[in-house]
């Protein structure tokens, strides 16, 4: 008897960002599958898939969002649920990786949690991890299964192209940024400048802008970063660039995190358009008249299909999605 396997693709959403998954599925043409969450009443998360999933190459998609913990918790739970239920492969969907900034010792009896997030998804079961964006490229080494690392570039390259790059630099807020900056540079054929920030020791969300690198005078000035967070190193830079004559600041980022203070920096700053992907949910309250959103769930949607069939990742990019 000649047996044939037959391959099963199941998506499953955590509660973090629904839509998102929803969009995914929806590119995939696949159903969002059903899973059950719930609180017990300490607190404790449970789940349970309503399906089969033996023998499926299961994608699970989380993003890390607030509360990140919580986050992080019920994505692991449901790694082990699916690992129990017999799935043949899973993979670890994350568009926001939480803990990514702490990737290093800054100082001394610091931990390196980006590591630990590591570990607690290969220890649940992951046989593979897909992200959007790390805030380093060395966080892929932190993992012992493979790590797909897409970027949002390509969405945000169409949505600069779409308004008139003529004229425009290219702006790395930071020295840490410069490589991603040049490559957006590159692609637009446009100039790139640098901003030299520097972050007083021992104090947190606090940026102090110095001075710039390149030419921006009478320019449309466009700041490339990984995230807004509390937007202090983007308002920081974008004042200084308007300072030095910039005509126009737009901030541009894949993760828009926005703790607060981040809206009213944004609403007082010197920035006059702020364009930020969905790889996390942003409400209702967050969102300020010059704020655009664009969407990644085609490339997340593309990556996934890439990976059930064991062709390349990079090649949707272009080989342009190394950190």
């Known amino acids: 008897m000649e047996l044939v396997s037959r391959r099963r693709l199941e998506l499953f959403s955590g509660r973090s960002h629904p839509g998102l998954a929803e969009e995914i599925a929806g590119h995939l043409n696949v159903p969002l599958g059903e899973v059950f969450l719930k609180e017990f009443a300490n607190g404790e998360i449970h789940c349970r898939f309503a399906q089969s999933v033996r023998g499926a190459d299961v994608f699970i998609v989380q993003t890390h969002c607030g509360p990140v913990n919580d986050s992080i918790l019920e994505h692991l ?24 900034r702490q990737d290093r010792k800054a100082t001394g009896r610091e931990p390196i949690t980006s590591k630990l997030v590591a570990d607690m998804l290969s220890v649940a079961g992951v ?26 570039m390509p969405v945000l390259i169409d949505y600069l192209r779409a308004n008139d790059p003529q004229g425009m630099v290219v702006v790395a807020p930071d020295a840490g940024r410069v490589k991603v900056a040049e490559r957006f540079s590159q692609n637009l054929g ?10 007083p020791r021992g104090t947190a969300n606090t940026v102090e802008a110095r001075e710039v690198v390149g030419e921006v ?5 466009v700041i490339i970063d990984d995230m807004i967070d509390t937007a202090g190193t983007i308002c920081a830079a974008a004042d200084l660039l308007s300072e030095r004559g910039a005509t126009e600041v737009w901030a541009m980022a894949t993760h828009g995190v ?8 944004l609403k007082a700053s010197a920035v006059s358009r702020v364009v930020v992907t969905n790889t996390l949910p942003i409400p209702e309250h967050r969102r300020i008249e010059k704020m655009e959103i664009l969407s990644v769930a085609r490339i997340i949607a593309d990556a996934i299909d890439a990976v059930f069939e064991d062709t390349s990742v990079s090649k949707i990019f272009g080989g342009e999605n190394l950190a």
């Open 77 to 100: 739970i449901m790694i082990d649920a699916a690992k129990r239920a017999s799935a043949k492969r899973i993979t670890a969907v994350c568009p926001y990786y939480g803990y990514s």
């Open 127 to 152: 046989d593979r991890v897909v992200s959007v964006d790390l805030h380093s490229g060395q966080i892929q080494g932190f993992f012992d299964v493979p790590v797909d690392h897409l970027t949002a």
């Open 190 to 199: 446009t100039d790139l400048a640098l901003v030299h920030k520097r972050r």
């Open 217 to 221: 005078v009478g320019r449309r000035c």
């Open 258 to 265: 926005l703790s607060d203070p981040a809206t009213d920096r």
